[in-house]
């Protein structure tokens, strides 16, 4: 397994272990992240979690993709660590700045993890 993929995983696991902080958070939220989430033949994933946290981890939040693989989310102002990912695929994180007024588009292919499958 590659170390991006270690790191990913590790990452993901972090998140799940993590209660969200403030998941109604009543900031003011002044940007937009958003993307598509398909597989590595370009089909949608439907209801895969978006796990979205601040650089301090005060403001957490997971949001599900549609049937479609989209998602949207709005955020204040900040420094965040995205993660996407679904069981049997490589998770994909990234970081990312948003500024007020800005649109932020962070789409991603998912692949199979056959190094983790169990059969």
Known sequence: MSPKSLSCM???F???LTPP??????EKREAT?????????????KD??????????????????????YYAI??????YFVLIGTGGYIPACKSIWV???????YSVR????????IY
């Open 110 to 117: 998912l692949s199979p993890d056959h190094e983790n499958m």
């Open 21 to 26: 902080k403030n998941l109604l958070a009543q």
């Open 74 to 79: 709005q955020l204040p102002e900040g420094y």
């Open 33 to 45: 992240l958003s993307g598509t989430i398909l597989d590595t033949e370009k089909r949608p994933f």
């Open 48 to 69: 895969v979690r978006v796990w979205i946290v601040d650089e301090y981890s005060d403001f957490q939040v997971v949001v599900h993709a549609d049937k479609a693989g």
């Open 14 to 16: 972090v998140f799940l």
């Open 10 to 12: 590790a990452l993901l």
């Open 99 to 105: 500024l007020p007024g800005q649109t932020v588009k």
